[in-house]
């Protein structure tokens, strides 16, 4: 079993909004901290949203826009995506951390464009 599997990305236009999904199952007991990251063209791998033992963090960047949710007692996460802009373009990566061990996903794309 694959440990972590996203999914929810697509196209969207500038100002829609998307919901990805992050099943990280397959990684067995319980991780306490979960969060996405995201690469966009040319750029750096950078932090998106977090929960990290219930407390929840965002980048300055979507801060407003998006929305982390964990589902109650289970490994699966979700982002909830609003008022789009083209910079959010990029492949969406969900990673989980159980102390000394860390999964990630292969991503899923994200792409805002008219």
């Known amino acids: 079993q694959v440990p972590v599997v996203e999914s929810g990305g697509g196209l969207v236009q500038p100002g829609g909004s998307l919901r990805l999904s992050c099943d990280a199952s397959g990684a067995g007991l319980y991780v306490n901290n979960m969060g996405w990251y995201r690469q966009g063209p040319g750029k750096q791998r950078e932090l998106v949203a977090s929960i990290i033992s219930g407390s929840i963090n965002y980048s300055a960047a979507v801060k407003g826009r998006f929305t982390i949710a964990r589902d109650d007692g289970q490994n699966t996460v979700h982002l909830q995506m609003s008022s789009l802009k083209p910079e959010d373009t990029g492949l969406y990566l969900c990673?989980?951390?159980?102390?000394?061990?860390?999964?990630w996903g292969q991503g899923t794309q994200v792409t805002v464009s008219s």
């Open positions: 990673h989980a951390r159980r102390g000394a061990r860390d999964w």
